[in-house]
């Protein structure tokens, strides 16, 4: 790195991210925008977890730079840039192109319930440099887009229904490595990650149990938090068997939810009729 300037903010590095991120396909501005808009480190800053050059590569990223691609990011800015550009390049390959969940990966690793404000405050200041970078759009029925709302208010919340939906999608097309596979098998099984209704993991039975909502989504149910349209939706996935809310649960009322009717295990709750207002003679 002697020969390099050491100010980040130097042309130089965001045109070597650039000529780097177009060799290798990336989004239009991204790898500088890694440098210039998340990392904002010089080339002579060290983080406490080691992490070295412009790009911010930690030790076991080196490592597995190097025996993935044969690359030593530490001999050389060009080398620098090569690495970062590369595990880009697969973040983007497993999300489905989803920029933003790219960049994640980037700063908070794979796993995403290592993903908390700072990580989200990392993605939001690149992609927002980023003129291509789009965020990743709701779909799916209504309990998806209430649930990505629940816990997009959770600080450490599981990923929202969108992310959930492209990593769903990647494990479905095999493009998950072994390990992947079983951290992602092994957070659906413990309740981190819920799938989209109907959906199910590799070689289980169409038919599986109902699912526990998460609280934040139990609590604006039971809350009245949720619009009538949105109630009926999820009440309709209730009584197909899909989900359900939490048994008993007198060990996680909140003040907002106390003194409220709970529901049986059945889970839909009987709401009596808004009263109407009698006529004015």
């Known amino acids: 790195m002697s020969k390099a300037p050491i100010d980040y903010r130097d042309p130089y590095w965001s045109q070597l991210a650039d000529n780097?991120?177009?060799?290798?396909?990336?989004?239009?501005?991204?790898?500088?925008?890694?440098?210039?808009?998340?990392?904002?480190?010089n080339a002579n800053q060290v983080s406490k977890a080691g992490a070295k050059t412009p790009f911010q590569i930690i030790p076991s990223t080196r490592r597995r730079a190097i025996d993935k691609y044969g690359v030593d990011p530490y001999l050389s800015p060009e080398n620098a840039a090569e690495v970062a550009g590369r595990l880009l390049q697969d973040s983007l390959r497993r999300n489905n192109g989803d920029v933003a969940q790219a960049v994640s990966e980037y700063h908070g690793g794979?796993?995403?319930?290592?993903?908390?404000?700072?990580?989200?405050a990392y993605t939001e200041?690149?992609?927002?440099?980023?003129p291509s970078a789009q965020p990743a759009a709701r779909s799916g029925s209504t309990f998806d887009r209430v649930f990505g709302q629940m816990q997009e208010q959770a600080q450490q919340g599981p990923a929202d229904s969108a992310a959930i939906a492209n990593v769903l999608k990647?494990?479905?097309?095999?493009?998950?490595?072994?390990?992947?596979?079983?951290?992602?098998?092994?957070?659906?099984?413990?309740?981190?990650?819920?799938?989209?209704s109907g959906a199910t993991l590799t070689g289980e039975p169409e038919r599986q149990e109902p699912k526990?909502?998460?609280?934040?989504?139990?609590?604006?149910?039971?809350g009245g938090k949720m619009s009538p349209q949105e109630r009926a939706d999820l009440e309709a996935d209730m009584r197909a068997g899909l989900i359900k809310l939490p048994p008993n649960p007198a060990d996680q009322i909140t003040a907002e939810t106390a003194g409220r009717a709970w529901p049986t295990e059945q889970g839909v709750i009987e709401r009596q009729p808004e009263p109407t207002s009698p006529t004015l003679g």
């Open 212 to 222: 526990l909502l998460p609280l934040s989504v139990t609590d604006a149910y039971v």
């Open 20 to 41: 780097t991120g177009r060799r290798l396909g990336l989004p239009d501005g991204l790898l500088a925008a890694i440098v210039t808009s998340g990392e904002r480190s």
């Open 125 to 130: 200041r690149v992609t927002s440099a980023v």
């Open 110 to 120: 794979t796993n995403r319930r290592n993903w908390g404000p700072l990580t989200r």
């Open 170 to 196: 990647a494990y479905q097309a095999g493009r998950m490595d072994p390990e992947e596979k079983s951290q992602f098998e092994g957070d659906v099984k413990s309740g981190a990650i819920m799938l989209p």
